[in-house]
């Protein structure tokens, strides 16, 4: 049966690190409050000059050179993110550009926290009927230029910042590789966390007030998005448990989205798993939307935390809401 495997992963960050006690100068919070509410303590930051694809270029790299590939030797690109470079064309295409290869497709995935787990997804019906062999997915984001750095937006401006994380994906024979998927979006909650602008739900003519009312700046109604993540989380998570026949014990780890280290600790008690199987890595980068489960599966490989045949779980959840899981047998 053939399968899709993960062969290379790779990472990148901005080399500047913003801490807790520098948003104190740019805002009414503290380090205590961030810290107790969220687990964060810092985050980074991109130049003036970096965009999302060149964070999403330097991740690319890493993953191809622990895949032994070169970059024209991709056949696919899958590139997730909320914070594309422009608001078209999409950032896959840059991407592709900034690597040198030339033609092959380049598709943006816009859904948000879950956006590499529907990539994950899309890049494992590709693999399986034998559309493409190498697909390069990317999850990328810079948010920090996007954020509403004043007292007004704090509740959401601690919360984010700027990474990639990049996979490889290629067939194999062997009983291991992607399991199972698991998608999910429930579009009612569409405004509780979402940026309204630029977008064509504004009226004609409304550029002036919308850029004067500041709703081209995320804005989050926190209460409501904790509520649902710590019941979709573990929910997606049992739901692909259930679908490959396995129960909690037989978790190598779970990587969640790092949305705050609440959130996962919230689903990790209700599916009664020691920390050891639950990996967190939001105290140094924030939340990093998309990025956050490559960046996550990236550290966690170097770590040593995932062996071979050990499963793995990705579960994530986001604005939309959308909510996803995917299995692993690494
Ligand atoms: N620093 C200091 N004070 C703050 C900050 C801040 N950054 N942000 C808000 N506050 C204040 C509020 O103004 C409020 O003050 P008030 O009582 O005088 O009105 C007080 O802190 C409490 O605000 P709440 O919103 O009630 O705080 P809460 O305990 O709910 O925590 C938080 C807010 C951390 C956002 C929480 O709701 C949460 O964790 N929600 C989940 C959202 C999340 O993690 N989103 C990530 C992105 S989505 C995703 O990836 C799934």
């Given at each position: 049966?053939?399968?899709?495997?993960?062969t290379g992963v790779g990472h990148y960050a901005p080399p500047r690190v913003v801490t807790n006690f520098d948003l104190e100068k740019m805002m009414d919070t503290s380090d205590e409050w961030i810290r107790e509410r969220t687990g964060i303590v810092e985050r980074r930051w991109v130049d003036e000059d970096t965009a999302t694809s060149d964070l999403a270029a330097e991740a690319s790299k890493k993953a191809l050179q622990m895949a032994e590939l070169k970059p024209e030797e991709i056949d696919f690109i899958i590139f997730a993110t909320l914070s594309p470079d422009y608001y078209f064309p999409g950032s896959g295409c840059l991407l592709q550009h900034k690597l040198g290869i030339n033609h092959i497709g380049a598709l943006d995935v816009r859904n948000q926290c879950c956006g590499f787990i529907y990539g994950l997804s899309i890049a494992d019906q590709y693999i399986?009927?034998?559309?493409?062999?190498?697909i390069l997915l990317v999850g990328a984001e810079?948010?920090?230029?996007?954020?509403?750095?004043?007292?007004?937006?704090r509740d959401v401006a601690v919360l984010f910042g700027d990474g990639a994380g990049a996979v490889v994906i290629e067939p194999?024979?062997?009983?291991?590789?992607?399991?199972?998927?698991?998608?999910?979006?429930?579009?009612?909650?569409?405004?509780?966390?979402?940026?309204?602008?630029?977008?064509?739900?504004?009226?004609?003519?409304?550029?002036?007030?919308?850029l004067n009312e500041e709703?081209?700046?995320?804005?989050?109604?926190?209460r409501e998005v904790f509520k649902h993540?710590?019941?979709?989380?573990?929910?997606?998570?049992?739901?692909?448990?259930?679908?490959?026949?396995?129960?909690?014990?037989?978790?190598?780890?779970?990587?969640?989205?790092?949305?705050?280290?609440?959130?996962?600790?919230?689903?990790?008690?209700?599916?009664?798993?020691?920390?050891?199987?639950v990996y967190n890595n939001i105290q140094r980068y924030g939340n990093t939307t998309a990025a956050s489960i490559p960046i996550a599966l990236s550290e966690a490989l170097s770590e040593g935390r995932i062996q071979d045949n050990d499963m793995v779980i990705l579960a994530a959840f986001g604005s939309g809401f959308t909510w996803a899981s995917a299995a692993i047998r690494w």
């Open positions: 049966m053939r399968r899709a495997r993960i399986r009927t034998g559309t493409y062999n190498k810079v948010q920090s230029k996007g954020l509403n750095l004043s007292t007004e937006g194999t024979d062997e009983d291991r590789g992607i399991l199972s998927t698991h998608l999910h979006a429930d579009g009612r909650f569409a405004t509780e966390l979402c940026v309204e602008y630029p977008g064509s739900a504004a009226p004609q003519g409304a550029t002036h007030q919308m709703r081209f700046f995320p804005k989050m109604n926190g993540a710590a019941i979709r989380f573990p929910q997606v998570i049992q739901e692909a448990l259930e679908a490959n026949g396995f129960c909690t014990q037989d978790i190598g780890l779970i990587i969640p989205h790092q949305a705050n280290l609440r959130i996962s600790e919230a689903m990790r008690t209700r599916l009664g798993l020691p920390p050891e199987k």
